[in-house]
Structures are given as C-alpha cells and as structure tokens.
Nanobody, 125 residues
Framework: QVQLVESGGGLVQAGGSLRLSCVAS????????MGWFRQAPGKEREFVAA????????VYTDSVKGRFTISRDNAKNTVYLQMSSLKPEDTAVYYC??????????????????WGQGTQVTVSS
C-alpha cells in the first residue's frame, strides 16, 4: 500500500501564496505519476495538476495556469504544489493522488489509485 499525507493548507488572503506538500510512504507506485485535485463545498472533485516521475512533464487545469506550480523531490518522496495569486475560488480541500499504473498525466480522478486525506485551503477576499 501507498500512504499519502498532505500538509501546508491554511487561511490566506486573496493574492497570497501557499505551498502544499504531499509525502508518500510505503510501496512505491509503479507509475510514478502524481496529481493534485481539489473539492469545494457542494462541488465535484476537480483536477488541478499532475507531474511525471521525472518531473519533466506537467499539466495544469486552465484556471490555475501561471499561478500554480507542481514539482517533486523524489529523494524526499514529496510532491509540492506552490500556489500564488490565490483567489477566493481556489478555496477547497486539496488532495494528493498517485497512479499505480499508466504513465500519462491523467486529469481523471478514476485513474489514480491512492489518495491522501486532504488539506483545507481557504482564501479570503
């Protein structure tokens, strides 16, 4: 099994920044693709960003392009989501996820096999 633990969430004013971290432990997923998703109250979980094992390839949902950056440090088994220029509409619980099979940067939550417990991000206006 793979365990994922997120941290770094909190309350921030609009325009501010936060960095989320996701530490993986246990068995290493075969794929290595990691993603961030978020879920706002009353809404479905949505894709935010994903990264390959090498870190060379990334993909973002349009609403966060230019503001969020996903990265990873494999030596620390950690994936990061640097969030800048935060907006109230970024308020959500943010989840880290890992794929066990498949190497594409999927935006589909169903392609991810392991999930963290989530960390709350609240952006005040």
């Amino acid at each position: 099994q793979v365990q994922l633990v997120e941290s770094g969430g909190g309350l921030v004013q609009a325009g501010g920044s936060l960095r989320l971290s996701c530490v993986a432990s246990g068995r290493t997923p075969s794929s290595g693709v990691m993603g961030w998703f978020r879920q706002a109250p009353g809404k479905e979980r949505e894709f935010v960003a994903a990264i390959t094992w090498s870190g060379y390839n990334t993909v973002y949902t349009d609403s966060v392009k230019g503001r969020f950056t996903i990265s990873r440090d494999n030596a620390k088994n950690t994936v990061y989501l640097q969030m800048s220029s935060l907006k109230p509409e970024d308020t959500a619980v943010y989840y880290c996820a890992a794929r066990n099979r498949g190497y594409s940067l999927s935006r589909n939550s169903g392609d991810y096999n392991y999930w963290g417990q989530g960390t709350q991000v609240t952006v005040s206006s």
